[in-house]
């Protein structure tokens, strides 16, 4: 029985989400994207550090993920910081040079933070370049404390080891390189 691209693709999505949902580090609720496609970057976090409420959350923004958008989440101040790109992109008949590269959540009071207990998720979004893997870094600050989740393997995509990994979003060449997405 061969496999297609299609079911490969649906093989990897399952493992993968069974992977990382068995960790309690903050990841990707979907761990696979499509090359050259809009990608909903949802970040799921399940606890704060040690008993403290999370008051913060700062992503860094891969090399390669453009056009990065974040969603307004209520009771949370969103700030971002924007830079010249390493590689520049086009889209839309535009050439882009800057883009955002990092992303902060800040609670606006103590009564919107994250209790250590509860679960919630931080959303942006973007389209990722080309195939390969993109590690989000993440910084959970706490009132208390903070979980640098900024490790990435020194080769592969194994987080094996790793105490505090990045999130991993494995890219697939899904699409023709002329291809596009909204």
Same mark, same amino acid.
């Given at each position: 029985?061969?496999?297609?691209?299609?079911?490969?693709?649906?093989?990897?999505?399952?493992? @993968?989400?069974?992977?990382?949902?068995?960790?309690?580090?903050?990841?990707? /609720?979907?761990?696979?994207?499509?090359?050259?496609?809009?990608? %909903?970057?949802?970040? %799921?976090?399940?606890?704060? &550090?040690?008993? @403290?409420?999370?008051?913060?959350?700062?992503?860094?923004?891969?090399?390669?993920?453009?056009?990065? /958008?974040?969603?307004?989440?209520?009771?949370w101040k969103l700030?971002? $910081?924007?830079?010249?790109?390493?590689e520049p992109y086009?889209?839309?008949? +535009?050439?882009? +040079? #800057?883009?955002?590269?990092e992303i902060t959540?800040?609670?606006?009071?103590?009564?919107? *933070?994250?209790?250590?207990?509860?679960?919630?998720?931080?959303?942006?979004?973007?389209?990722? $370049?080309? *195939?390969?893997?993109?590690?989000?870094?993440?910084? /959970?600050? &706490?009132?208390?404390?903070?979980?640098?989740?900024? #490790?990435?393997?020194? @080769?592969?995509?194994?987080?094996?080891?790793?105490?505090?990994?990045?999130?991993?979003? #494995?890219?697939?060449?899904? /699409?023709?390189?002329?291809?596009? @997405?909204?």
């Open positions: 029985m061969r496999f297609t691209d299609a079911s490969k693709i649906v093989a990897a999505f399952a493992f @993968s989400t069974w992977a990382t949902a068995a960790c309690s580090h903050v990841t990707l /609720q979907d761990p696979l994207a499509g090359s050259g496609a809009t990608y %909903r970057a949802v970040l %799921r976090v399940g606890h704060g &550090c040690d008993g @403290s409420s999370t008051v913060a959350m700062r992503v860094t923004i891969p090399a390669g993920f453009n056009g990065a /958008q974040p969603m307004v989440k209520p009771g700030s971002t $910081k924007v830079g010249v790109l390493a086009v889209a839309h008949g +535009t050439t882009f +040079t #800057e883009g955002v590269q959540w800040t609670a606006n009071t103590a009564a919107d *933070a994250l209790p250590d207990a509860l679960y919630d998720e931080f959303v942006l979004r973007g389209t990722p $370049k080309k *195939a390969g893997p993109l590690w989000f870094k993440v910084e /959970q600050l &706490c009132e208390k404390g903070s979980n640098p989740w900024v #490790e990435v393997p020194a @080769s592969g995509t194994s987080t094996k080891g790793l105490k505090m990994p990045a999130a991993l979003l #494995e890219v697939i060449d899904l /699409q023709p390189s002329s291809a596009h @997405s909204h």
